[in-house]
Each structure stands twice: as structure tokens, then as C-alpha cells.
């Protein structure tokens, strides 16, 4: 079992839809949590990171957290043909040895058609 | 907001020969970049941490005579792909920590490595 599952899609959806991208994790020592989006031949670029239980919220993008179920997600409002990318999450432990380590999902390709 | 440079985007290489990816942190200081392998339509996987001034520490199955890094100044972390062979054709990209963790990881734009 990887670690960190997340379903590689292919999503797609209109433009204006809310996507939901999810991702499970086994490994309980996870503490931080991140959404990476990667455009074809780019390298991740950063969308949310958080530490804790609950939602963050930035622009159309809302970021949940459930810890007790091992369970991450990421929403996007009112998508955007350019929102079209694959969605990476990454997820790493508190520190020490392990420090800068993320592990990542598979990534979901996600397309918004106008 | 902090920002990786890395260089070059993408490169040919015959087999046989060295290949060198530069990754350089542009307005923050990194003690630490980390160097990640993305084989195509698969997710990055680590493959070392770069340490400025000691030894790199390499993830298991990562040959560390194969794939040499040195981090001698706290901008610049370099991979050298020795001896290339197609098997090692993929996307190469490194990421740094411009806050000590306090804030995600950023990462560069990534170098695509083509052996023939």
C-alpha cells in the first residue's frame, strides 16, 4: 500500500464547476500538508500548505484537512480553463530526519473545458 | 515570494556523458535543496538531500556515484548525471525551503534530461 493515494482521474469539468481533489494517507507521523499544481513540463508550484485539521481558504481555493480519517482535499470555485494542470498533494513529517522529505500522491489531471 | 532558478530546462546528452543541473535559490538563503525524479505521467520521487558544505544523503536505491551533488554555497546546489544512460532519461527538479518549513516548499522549474 503507497503511503499517500490520491486518484490520478482524468477529472474533467466545465468551467465555472467546483472541482473537489482528494488524497489518503497511511502513515499517522504526517503533520504538514500541501497542494503543488504542475503545469506539462513545469515544476510544482505551490497552491496551499497546512499543518492542521480544519479548512484554509485562499481565493478560489479552499484546502481541508481531516487528520482522525487521514483524509486531505483540495476545492476550487469557479474553475477556470487555466486551472487545467495536474494537482499534486505532498504531505511530510514534523522534522528531524525527515525533514523536507514529502511524500507525494500520484497527481490528478484535471481539465477545465470552457 | 521565493523562487528556484534552476538550468538548464532541458538537455540532449549522448550516452556515456556527464550531464550538470544547476538549482539556485534567488533571493533567500538555502542550508538545505532537495533533488527530486519525475519519470513521465508519475509522481516526483526524492532522490537526495543537499546539504551546503557536507555530504549529500541519498534515499535508498538512489546510487550516489551516479548521480553526484555538491552544495558549496548556500544558493547553489549542483546534480551531475554521470556516465548518462537512456534509463535515465526523466525530469529532474529541485526544491528549497526559503522559511525552515514554515511555509511549503518551493520548487524549480525542472530539467528534462533526454539520453540518446
Known amino acids: 500500500q503507497k503511503e499517500v493515494e490520491q486518484d490520478p482521474g482524468p477529472l474533467s469539468v466545465p468551467e465555472g464547476a467546483i472541482v473537489s481533489l482528494n488524497c489518503t494517507y497511511s502513515?499517522?507521523?504526517?503533520?504538514?500538508f500541501m497542494w503543488y499544481r504542475q503545469y506539462s513540463r513545469k515544476g510544482p508550484e505551490l497552491l496551499m500548505y497546512t499543518y492542521s485539521s480544519g479548512n484554509k481558504e485562499d481565493g478560489r481555493f479552499t484546502a481541508q484537512v481531516d487528520k482522525s480519517s487521514k483524509y486531505i482535499s483540495l476545492f476550487i470555485r469557479d474553475s477556470q480553463p487555466s486551472d487545467s494542470a495536474t494537482y499534486l498533494c505532498?504531505?511530510?513529517?514534523?522534522?528531524?530526519?525527515?525533514?523536507?522529505?514529502?511524500?507525494f500522491g500520484q497527481g490528478t489531471i484535471l481539465t477545465v473545458h470552457p | 515570494g521565493a523562487v528556484v532558478s534552476q538550468h538548464p530546462s532541458w538537455v540532449i546528452c549522448k550516452s556515456g556523458t556527464s550531464v550538470k543541473i544547476e538549482c539556485r535559490s534567488l533571493?533567500?538563503?538555502?542550508?538545505?535543496m532537495f533533488w527530486y525524479r519525475q519519470f513521465p505521467k508519475q509522481s516526483l520521487m526524492l532522490m537526495a538531500t543537499?546539504?551546503?558544505?557536507?555530504?549529500?544523503?541519498?534515499e535508498q536505491g538512489v546510487e550516489k556515484d551516479k548521480f553526484l551533488i555538491n552544495h558549496a554555497s548556500l544558493t547553489l546546489s549542483t546534480l551531475t548525471v554521470t556516465s548518462a544512460h537512456p534509463e535515465d532519461s526523466s525530469f529532474y527538479i529541485c526544491?528549497?525551503?526559503?522559511?525552515?518549513?514554515?511555509?511549503?516548499?518551493?520548487f524549480g522549474s525542472g530539467t528534462r534530461l533526454t539520453v540518446v
Open positions: 502513515n499517522s507521523a504526517f503533520q504538514y
Open positions: 533571493d533567500f538563503q538555502a542550508t538545505t
Open positions: 543537499s546539504n551546503e558544505g557536507s555530504k549529500a544523503t541519498y
Open positions: 526544491s528549497a525551503d526559503p522559511l525552515g518549513g514554515a511555509d511549503g516548499y518551493t
Open positions: 505532498a504531505m511530510n513529517n514534523a522534522g528531524g530526519t525527515s525533514y523536507g522529505k514529502l511524500t
